[in-house]
């Protein structure tokens, strides 16, 4: 298929101009993007950390991409070539990576593509984590956090009990709740969806709708879904129990009335990440690799051209790596960001009472928390627990999903 780019966007639906943090990690439908407001420079222009491959403490690390397997994990040790700057032509950018994990990535899950059917079950709350109720400390003083999303200042606010999955909504109870119910989701509808540049095999070989100017790394790929998450002949085959991405805040509200769920309020998921802990970064403490051991999927190099996935993966990862927070939630931080019931706000204002707050009556962007297998320190550190960002409802990526909630 022809290659077609442009330096915006169309507007499809009715997504307009949307109040939203516009995180470099994640993109949405609207026709003009803001700016990042990661407070660090665009692409191209690297500063001190990012050209010392700087990542808490890591530094010098390699310079080539790991090969892939069909699940997304990363065999160490292979080398594929190391990436130019950014370019407008991804694969130019970086031609091995492109050619031989990103498309080994893609063809190994598509021959592996299950049927529908094998998977039935609604989701069952009463095996879920319990969240206390109680009055949590939210929101977050600390020097890393981004004024300019409202992550501050900390407060006190009351939370009813409730139960939250341990896990991200995965592709299987997903396609689950499709099969029982034919859903078709918002990026089936609009014909594209948003997938990063060094996750598509081979650029020539799709139909790109449209880039955002300001995060070039972001393509619009004709027939990206969730079922084929990196374009047409891509699948989900080998990634059933990765968490399902190109879904939309419309498309995760419709998987809760089906499956009796709901998603979490912004202080419900933020309570819940935090696993017991009180004022710290992370669901597990203040130390981002403690030990040297990896706790989330998160982008390790340069951001975005070199990605030298030490963490294990490059694109998502299974919904339940590393180690569970003290609620036994798992990645609460990184591999992809999560849809929240509330409207996204940057006014600290507006978020809400200190008694079971839900944020703004209203807005034009829904609010998302963890970051995701995108995110890094010198760019986009919105892996932390107090980080927030924003999109329209009907925006849809490959590095955004949802988790799910019950009350009691």
Request: glycine letters at 12%.
């Amino acid at each position: 298929m022809t290659q077609e780019t442009s330096s915006t966007v169309p507007t499809s639906g009715n997504a307009g101009k949307a109040e939203t943090s516009s995180c470099c990690c994640s993109a949405g439908r609207e026709a003009a993007l803001q700016a990042p407001a990661c407070g660090t420079p665009a692409a191209g222009n690297l500063n001190a950390r990012e050209a010392k491959d700087f990542h808490e403490g890591e530094t010098g690390a390699a310079s080539s991409f790991p090969q892939l397997q069909g699940s997304g994990r990363a065999e160490t040790g292979q080398e594929s070539g190391t990436p130019a700057a950014a370019s407008a032509d991804p694969k130019e950018a970086s031609p091995a990576y492109t050619g031989s994990a990103a498309e080994r990535f893609h063809s190994s899950a598509a021959q592996q593509e299950p049927s529908l059917a094998e998977h039935s079950a609604q989701p069952d709350p009463s095996q879920w984590p319990i969240i206390p109720e109680g009055t949590y400390i939210l929101g977050t003083d600390d020097g890393e956090g981004f004024a300019s999303d409202a992550e501050g200042p900390a407060r006190p606010v009351h939370i009813p009990a409730f139960r939250m999955s341990p896990y991200a909504v995965t592709n299987a109870e997903f396609a689950a709740f499709v099969q029982a119910t034919g859903y078709v989701t918002e990026a089936e509808k609009f014909g594209w969806s948003y997938v990063f540049q060094l996750l598509i095999p081979d650029p020539q070989q799709v139909k790109i709708v449209g880039s955002p100017e300001r995060t070039p790394w972001w393509l619009g790929v004709e027939g990206a879904t969730w079922r084929e998450p990196e374009g047409p002949g891509s699948g989900i085959g080998d990634r059933m129990d990765h968490p399902v991405v190109h879904v939309s805040w419309n498309d995760a509200a419709a998987y809760c009335a089906w499956a009796g769920v709901r998603l979490p309020t912004e202080v419900e998921w933020e309570a819940a990440a935090r696993g017991g802990l009180e004022r710290k970064r992370y669901p597990w403490g203040d130390v981002l690799r403690p030990g040297g051991e990896h706790r989330c999927n998160i982008w390790q190099g340069v951001f975005p051209t070199k990605n030298h996935a030490s963490d294990g993966y490059l694109g998502t990862a299974p919904v339940d790596v590393y180690l569970p927070n003290g609620y036994g939630l798992y990645n609460m931080s990184g591999n992809v960001w999560e849809w929240c019931g509330d409207w996204f706000t940057s006014d600290p204002a507006q978020r809400g009472s200190s008694d079971r707050p839900e944020g703004p009556a209203q807005g034009n962007a829904r609010l998302m928390k963890g970051g995701s297998y995108l995110c890094h320190q010198s760019y986009c550190n919105r892996y932390r627990v107090a980080a927030r960002s924003g999109n329209t409802p009907d925006s849809s990526t490959g590095n955004i999903g949802f988790r799910v909630v019950a009350d009691l």
